[in-house]
C-alpha cells in the first residue's frame, strides 16, 4: 500500500491569484507571487501528519507565451522555500495541445503517484476549480473544492467544499 497524499493546486489555493472579471489568473510577475497567509503552517501540520505534499498546476501562460518558464520556476522556487512540498508537477501545456498532464486529465496526479509511491485512493485533491475535482475523481482521489465564489464552471459533486487551503487541511485533519 502507497503513501497518503494530498495533492495541491498552486494558484487560488497555495498562492493568491489575480482576479479579473469574476476569474482568478496566475500572477505573471515575481513582484505579484504571493502565498496565502497560513498556508505553510497548514502545510506542516499535513506533513507532520504522514501525507505527501504534492503541487500539481496548470501553467498555460507558459505554453501561451504570456510568461517566461524561468519565471514560473522561480516562483515554484519560492513556494518550496516557504511550504514543506515533496514535489511541484507543472503542465506548461495550452488546452491545444491536448495532453495528458493538463487537468482536468489526471496525468500529473498518476505520474507523482507512480514515482513516490503514492495510493490515490487514500489521498486527497484540493483545488479552486472544477477542473482540479475532476482530475481527482479521473485520479481515484476524495476531493476538496475551495470556493472563492468565480463566475466559472463549477464542479460536480466535489466530496468538501471549504473556502481556504486553511479550511482544508482542518478537514483533512479530521478525517478517520
Not at 522555500?81 to 486529465?105: G, S, V
Not at 479552486?128 to 464542479?155: H, M, Q, T
Request: net charge negative; glycine share 6%; aromatic share 6%.
Amino acid at each position: 500500500m502507497g503513501q497518503r497524499a494530498v495533492f495541491i493546486d498552486r494558484d487560488g489555493v497555495l498562492v493568491i491569484p489575480e482576479f479579473r472579471d469574476g476569474r482568478s489568473y496566475a500572477p505573471r510577475s515575481l513582484g505579484d507571487f504571493r502565498i496565502y497567509p497560513g498556508a505553510a503552517e497548514s502545510a506542516r501540520r499535513l506533513r507532520d501528519a504522514g501525507y505527501s505534499l504534492v503541487v500539481v498546476t496548470n501553467q498555460p501562460d507558459v505554453g501561451n507565451g504570456l510568461v517566461e518558464r524561468t519565471t514560473v520556476e522561480e516562483m515554484h522556487r519560492r513556494l518550496r522555500d516557504a511550504i514543506p512540498l515533496d514535489a511541484i508537477e507543472a503542465c506548461y501545456h495550452t488546452n491545444a495541445d491536448n495532453c495528458d498532464c493538463r487537468k482536468p486529465k489526471p496525468g500529473m496526479l498518476l505520474r507523482a503517484a507512480e514515482r513516490m509511491n503514492l495510493d490515490c485512493s487514500r489521498s486527497i485533491m484540493i483545488g479552486d476549480r472544477w477542473s482540479d475535482v475532476e482530475a481527482a475523481k479521473a485520479a481515484g482521489c476524495k476531493s476538496i473544492f475551495i470556493d472563492l465564489n468565480y463566475s466559472d464552471r463549477r464542479p460536480t459533486d466535489p466530496d468538501f467544499v471549504v473556502s481556504s487551503f486553511v479550511e482544508a487541511a482542518d478537514v483533512i485533519l479530521g478525517m478517520p
